[in-house]
């Protein structure tokens, strides 16, 4: 979907921890455009597939839209599922809504507590928000500990100078004290038990000091390789959630379906 060029020079700050630290911080204060890049993703069925999607955020807001293009299975055409972010709440619109309760087109979860996601389980949270660029954003913000310049790259004529980041999630929760993105984090912490608490983000950084591009693989997420691009900052993102009356919470899914697995509330099937 996006051309890459290496280019054999190798620039960026004299101290890349710090730049690609206040990279991050600085594209936490702003709006932004969104691609989504799933490479290897084994959401579905297990079979490796890519994925795409586009979505708009307001970082500062913590606000988020995003439309992930959900591959046909058996005789469910393919089709889009769209998501809608807050701190503590978000909604998914699956495929379908034949399974949902009549009149209901959205799936939301809350997640309030300071330790737990409260109406659902931590896997979810972590699923959605690892198709929000905002963990990965955060995660480097608050929890980044070293990073290397590994030279630059082009994308679509633009440059940007490239970061290899190792963050600490045990660092990056103490710093999330509520919300999805904590319940994320802890089960990130929980799929990585026994091999130590570091992941490892590339990062782009543009020239006008915005970290603009992300790759990791999200422990635990069975999404492959996330690669997310940021453009058209500062655009207008207004407020606009799905409505209570067609919305159904996961918990009371669980209570009359069983399980709800994160790539149901993408499918609805």
Known sequence: MLALVALAAC?????????????????????????????????????????????QFSFS?????????????????????????????????????????????????????????????????????????????EEIATGAVAARSSGHLVINHVPFTRYVVSVDL?????????????????????ALRGQGTLVRIVAGVDGAGRLAQLRSSVPGSKLGTVQIGLWTFGSTIPLSLPLSSQTVDV???????????????FTGD
Do not use: C, M
């Open 11 to 55: 620039g960026g700050s004299d101290d890349p921890l710090h730049a690609v630290r206040s990279a991050a911080k600085k594209t936490l204060s702003q709006t932004a455009q969104s691609t989504l890049t799933l490479t290897g993703a084994r959401l579905f069925d297990g079979t490796p597939e890519t994925i795409l999607g586009r979505g």
């Open 61 to 137: 807001k913590g606000l988020g839209y995003e439309a992930l293009q959900v591959p046909a299975r058996g005789r469910r055409a393919s089709g889009t599922a769209y998501l809608v972010f807050l701190p503590q709440r978000l909604w998914s619109k699956p495929v379908v809504n034949t399974a949902l309760p009549v009149g209901d087109l959205w799936i939301s979860a809350n997640f309030t507590g300071s330790r737990s996601s409260g109406s659902t389980t931590p896997s979810l949270a972590l699923v959605l928000e690892s198709l929000n660029p905002q963990l990965l954003l």
């Open 170 to 190: 045990q660092r990056a929760l103490e710093a999330a004290t509520t919300g999805a993105i904590r319940a994320a984090i802890q089960q990130q912490l929980t």
């Open 251 to 265: 918990a009371a899914l669980r209570r009359s379906h069983g399980t709800v697995t994160p790539a149901w509330v």
